[in-house]
T-cell receptor, first 114, second 112 residues
Framework: DAGVIQSPRHEVTEMGQEVTLRCKPISGHDYLFWYRQTMMRGLELLIYFNNNVPIDDSGMPEDRFSAKMPNASFSTLKIQPSEPRDSAVYFCASHRGGNTDTQYFGPGTRLTVL | RKEVEQDPGPFNVPEGATVAFNCTYS??????FFWYRQDCRKEPKLLMSVYSSGNEDGRFTAQLNRASQYISLLIRDSKLSDSATYLC?????????????FGIGTKLQVIP
């Protein structure tokens, strides 16, 4: 299997621009997670989906962030408008289900907002 | 108090040394625990699960202390390739609930 795929790997944009991050989970995994990682706050869960349905978005920082999962093989995380404090590495992860299974992370998108 | 707390380090140890990390968690009802490893500028990957009875995988030993609410990771005979950040992960729920909490990570640097 190809693993979790994320694009782009790097994104540099200017404040106020819209940013869209993309994720393809591992086939057959029912759960998809979006995380943000910074030096100061570590790895934070933003939102997760089960069978394409958003289950918990309490980690989404504010209305500028939105996430969708239109089908089992694709999800997007959108930031509009972007701000410099959004600069971080954004990881997508997927999980087959079950309490003892692991989450598999994608390589991440390194976002820099100038 | 944070849900999951780790000493961020760095821990600088010579090759061949034994090093141990602890991670404390605040929710006494937490059900499952993991250690992940994250190399510099890479994604986190599962290192090992932590079982109530403890578990060992080669040079790595993970243990759970429910009474004191901490998990530990012991690395024996450290190798240069062990240099990474080790993330403690706690799942507070049973029955397949998926929202886990990651610690900030402990950075290990193994020195020649």
């Amino acid at each position: 299997d190809a693993g979790v795929i994320q694009s782009p790997r790097h994104e540099v944009t200017e404040m106020g621009q819209e940013v869209t991050l993309r994720c393809k989970p591992i086939s057959g995994h029912d759960y998809l997670f979006w995380y943000r990682q910074t030096m100061m706050r570590g790895l934070e869960l933003l939102i997760y989906f089960n069978n394409n349905v958003p289950i918990d978005d309490s980690g989404m920082p504010e209305d500028r962030f939105s996430a969708k999962m239109p089908n089992a093989s694709f999800s997007t995380l959108k930031i509009q408008p972007s701000e410099p404090r959004d600069s971080a590495v954004y990881f997508c992860a997927s999980h087959r289900g079950g309490n003892t299974d692991t989450q598999y992370f994608g390589p991440g998108t390194r976002l820099t907002v100038l | 108090r944070k849900e999951v707390e780790q000493d961020p380090g760095p821990f600088n140890v010579p090759e061949g040394a034994t090093v141990a990390f602890n991670c404390t968690y605040s929710n006494s009802a937490s059900q499952s625990f993991f250690w992940y490893r994250q190399d510099c500028r890479k994604e986190p990957k599962l290192l090992m699960s932590v079982y109530s009875s403890g578990n060992e995988d080669g040079r790595f030993t993970a243990q759970l202390n429910r009474a004191s609410q901490y998990i530990s990771l012991l690395i024996r005979d450290s190798k240069l390739s062990d240099s990474a950040t080790y993330l403690c992960v706690v799942n507070p729920h049973s029955g397949g609930y998926q929202k886990v909490t990651f610690g900030i990570g402990t950075k290990l640097q193994v020195i020649p």
